[in-house]
Every structure is written in C-alpha cells, then in structure tokens.
C-alpha cells in the first residue's frame, strides 16, 4: 500500500457533499431492513450480521489509513469501521499494508456482495409477487449510491493511491 502523501482537511462543503451518495444507501438499508423484519427477524438478523463482516473487512483496511479514528468519507458508507479498527488494530505497524488492503479489499467484496445477494435473494422471493415496484425501486437506491459513491467519496480515500476503484476513478477524470 502506498499510503496518501496529502493528507486532506475535511471542510464543511466536503461533509455536506459527502451526505449525498449517503441518501440513497441509508433509504436502501431502512428499507431492506424493515422488509426482511416484517417477514422475519432471523432475516433481518443475517442481513445486519453481514453488515458488522463487512465492517469487520473495512476495519483492516482502515488500519493503514489516516483518517481512521476520524472524520472520513467512509461514514458516508455507513462504516463504523474507523473507529473499530482503533479497537481490532492497535499497532498498525505490525500489520503487512499490502496483505492487508489486498485480503481485506477482497473480504469486503466477498462479504458486501453476499449481503446484497442475500437481501435481494429474501426480498424478490418474499415481495416480488406482491410489490414489484419496492424491490425494484430498493435496487435503485443501491444502483444510484454506487456511481455517486464512486464519483464523490473516491477521489479523497485515504486509499487513493493504491485501491483499484480510485486508479479507474483517475483514470477517466
Ligand atoms: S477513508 Fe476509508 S480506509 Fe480510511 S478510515 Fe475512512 S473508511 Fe477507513
């Protein structure tokens, strides 16, 4: 991992800039929350576990950022991995950078994606016969957060030189 030189100062317009790709996933997460609770609490239950693995993935990779601990883009993901990784990961120095953003990149992805599968899974099998347009209109939330996420909270993580989401974001800027 090469870390970011520059370390950036966090102004009240980047804060603000960053609630937008928040919207969307916060709407997303209410709303697949409430729906699986509705049916079941062991669902809603699996989907919030997942949601504490992914954070656990995040928590590593935040190990080797300077931001953790702080104000930083990845609340705007619903992260409460900054601050958990102060816990999990006291002496980041111990830790290989490069082992850590490559298996915790790869744990996050594993884990984020078997989130969404698992919610889309329960929510198409319990609610697409009887509210098409809920299940479609949560996999709009998910759909419009990414690219803004992308185009918004990219271009200052404290990962930036290394993750391969911002080398593309670099890429086509
Ligand atoms: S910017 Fe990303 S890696 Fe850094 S502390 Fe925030 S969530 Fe963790």
């Not at 992805?109 to 347009?133: E, K, M, N, T």
């Amino acid at each position: 991992m090469s870390q970011r030189s520059h370390i950036h100062k966090w102004t009240k317009q980047d804060r603000t800039l960053h609630i937008i790709p928040a919207i969307p996933l916060i709407l997303f997460y209410a709303g697949t929350i409430y729906l699986l609770a509705k049916e079941s609490l062991v669902l809603m239950g699996v989907f919030m576990l997942f949601w504490v693995g992914v954070n656990f993935a995040v928590a590593g990779i935040c190990a080797g950022c300077p931001y953790r601990g702080g104000y930083c883009p990845g609340l705007s993901q619903l992260y409460f991995a900054p601050f958990l990784s102060l816990l999990l990961h006291r002496n980041p120095d111990r830790i290989s950078p490069t082992r850590s953003f490559k298996y915790e990149l790869i744990s996050l992805g594993i884990i984020g994606v078997g989130s969404y599968a698992f919610a889309f899974y329960w929510l198409v099998r319990i609610y697409w016969q009887s509210s098409p347009l809920v299940v479609l209109a949560l996999f709009a939330l998910l759909l419009v957060h990414m690219p803004l996420s992308f185009f918004i909270l990219c271009p200052k993580c404290g990962y930036n030189d290394t993750c391969p989401m911002s080398k593309v974001h670099k890429a086509i800027e």
